[in-house]
């Protein structure tokens, strides 16, 4: 098994520093074929720190640069350079711990899955204290306590999959350049193909939600968005009856979450905020349409 890893970057030259470097650890125990930094920014501003890298990796670091900026363009880029047989994504805020992609390769062969999604734990030390355990929740990613074949897509970062059987060069849709949800679309596409899904606990990564994320602003934005990918999906699919659910929920999660924040205090409480959360995730669910998408990623 030859594993590619692919980090895209966009103007985060600390964040992938940090990520990079935690793959030294990994590599001493799972090797690593290859490193792939796909730099998203106009004007190449990782080129100087990815050369950096590279001089100090214990794995071959290949430098990609993809001018136009975009979340799937990124992220298509790396596939097209990576030459392993699989592919793991780890974001440019994110921190593997030395056993991951051991435990994402153990569980690989143990149920002789497509992809394999790992957990995330957040982080965010710079956060006030009242809204910290918030953020860090939304930014982490849990699952069964014990690995297993799951029909849940968890999400592209910190994933592992098989590129003759998954993956391609364009695999990544570009309407999804500038609002996210890219790996929704894949992962939809690949459930509905038979492909097989499994869960390891045991591969952690830990994700740095900036200052500029690390906001009651921020979080409801981008759960706003979060709950419009299950919709967005449905209708991708042409599966009204399976969009009428989601909205049902959303419509559900929107009324009681939005009036249990209220009571608590929206902004005075974490127990408020988190529920405010969970509120704006059903509206995103309701209003799933792409005037209403927030642009989160790439030039915007």
């Known amino acids: 098994m030859s ?23 990994v590599h001493n125990n799972t090797p690593i074929h290859q490193v792939v930094v796909v730099d998203n920014s106009p004007n190449a501003d990782a080129r100087q720190n990815a050369q950096t890298l590279a001089a100090t990796a214990p794995f071959p670091l290949d430098y990609v640069h993809a001018p136009q900026p975009g979340v799937s363009n ?9 030459t392993g047989s699989f592919i793991a994504f780890l974001d440019d805020d994110e921190r593997a711990q030395p056993q ?20 995330i734990l957040g982080t965010a030390p710079q956060c006030t204290p009242s809204l910290r355990p918030v953020v860090e929740r939304f930014f982490s990613r849990s699952g069964p306590a014990e690995a297993c074949v799951t029909d849940i897509p968890y999400g592209c970062g ?21 609002t996210g949800g890219e790996d929704d679309i894949l992962f939809a596409k690949l459930k509905r193909d038979g492909r097989v899904f499994a869960w ?23 759960a706003f968005a979060r709950g419009q990918g299950p919709s967005q999906t449905a209708v991708a699919a042409s599966a009204y009856p399976e969009l009428i659910g989601w909205m049902a929920v959303g419509l559900a999660q929107f009324s009681l979450y939005g009036l249990a924040a209220l009571v608590c205090g929206v902004a005075l409480t974490s127990t408020g905020a988190n529920l405010a959360v969970r509120a704006a995730e059903g509206a995103g669910k309701l209003l799933w349409f792409r005037a209403f998408e927030p642009k989160l990623y790439g030039s915007a």
């Open 158 to 178: 910190n994933s592992l999959l098989r590129k003759t059987t998954t993956i391609s060069p364009d695999a990544f849709d570009p309407s999804a350049n500038h």
């Open 74 to 82: 990124a992220r298509n880029a790396g596939v097209a350079r990576a």
């Open 3 to 25: 594993i590619s890893v692919i980090i895209p970057t966009l103007r985060r030259n600390g964040g992938l520093a940090a990520a990079v470097q935690s793959l030294h650890a």
């Open 200 to 222: 390891a606990p045991q591969a952690i990564v830990y994700e740095d939600a900036p200052p500029q994320r690390a906001n009651l602003k921020y979080l409801l934005i981008r």
């Open 100 to 119: 991951w992609l051991a435990e994402l390769c153990r569980v690989q062969r143990e149920y002789d899955a497509d992809v394999v999604f790992g957990a």
